[in-house]
């Protein structure tokens, strides 16, 4: 159980310094960053499930070591959209509830997503970039 939540961490926090370091605008920084996370959840599909859970079972030591691989990553989105509401392209909103609610809906679409369904994980993980998007551009 450790493993599964220490590599998928390990996946999604490479994936966002990816994204934060490179030269882009926030706002293509917070797109990236929506469909990595979509194609991250839909693609590994049954860790996120375990993740949600089973996050219970880990000892104190190991779900404070979570936590704080959470807060990294919750981190470098805050930042990304701090930058966006200072260049005056992202809404002013107090950054925790921006990036819970983008999170939030991005993490929930493991519950209904159908690998065989009739729109592919790349299609549904811009349809995600769009619509959310649209919630956070000033």
Known sequence: ??????????????????ITDSDMGPEKKLDAIVRAHALNVMNNRDWTKIYFKEEAELNDRQRRQITSKKRQYDQKMEEVYKEGVAKGVFKDIPLHLAVSGILGSVNWIYTWYNPSGKISSEEI????????????RA
């Open 1 to 18: 159980l450790w493993r599964i939540f220490s590599q998928m961490y390990e996946k999604y926090l490479i994936s966002i310094t990816e």
């Open 125 to 136: 993980a811009e349809h995600y970039v769009n619509l959310l998007s649209a919630g956070y």
